[in-house]
């Protein structure tokens, strides 16, 4: 599907490891951003999403199968941390959205330190990832997927924190936005 009807481009594959645990770091702007990241990536990639889409019959057992777990959104929810490091200790990777959520256009405006707290307690490299175009796929009020072209940057592993120290993680947030963000602005 990426390649046939969205005309994709994987940029920095190479820079994915195939194994151990690995934190995610992306930019969000469509709902299709978690199956394609994860195509990309090629590895089974666990993804936090909101819990109000846990309440959705088919969609919840779909996102569930990709390993998805629920968020909810506003506060430190406690049992999504657990999971998300649950996952990340058994070597997969996770995969979380810098903002917390979409963006109109894709950018990184306003990021959250979360993801890189996960990365300090795991001990786990991040890999900054760009998704460029998806916005366009979902136009309101449109009933099916549009094919409009996406490109995907992988970028190169970042260390993991080393600490939980807060101006650490705000400064590697800080980096990981900009990286995603200069990545994105490439374009196609």
Not at 72 to 93: F, H, M, T
Request: with cysteine; glycine share 8%; charged share 20%.
């Amino acid at each position: 599907m990426l390649h046939a009807y969205f005309r994709g481009h994987i940029y920095g594959a190479e820079n994915v490891p195939q194994s151990g645990p690995l934190l995610v770091v992306s930019n969000h702007a469509s709902y299709f951003d978690p199956p394609i990241v994860s195509n990309c990536v090629r590895r089974p990639v666990a993804y936090m999403a909101k819990e109000e889409l846990f309440n959705i019959p088919i969609l919840a057992q779909a996102i569930k199968l990709y390993g998805a777990y629920p968020v909810s959104r506003g506060n430190a929810d406690r049992n999504a941390i657990r999971s998300a490091l649950e996952y990340l200790d058994k070597g997969w990777a996770v995969g979380v959205f810098l903002q917390g959520t979409r963006t109109p256009d894709g950018r990184i405006t306003d990021p959250k330190r979360g993801a890189l707290l996960l990365a300090a307690k795991a001990k786990a490299p991040i890999l900054p990832v760009s998704v460029w175009g998806t916005e366009g796929i979902l136009q309101k009020g449109a009933s099916r997927p549009r094919a409009v072209p996406i490109t995907v940057r992988i970028g190169n592993l970042i260390d993991a924190p080393s600490s939980s120290n807060k101006k650490e993680l705000e400064n590697l947030t800080q980096k990981c936005t900009t990286v995603i963000n200069e990545m994105h602005d490439l374009g196609r």
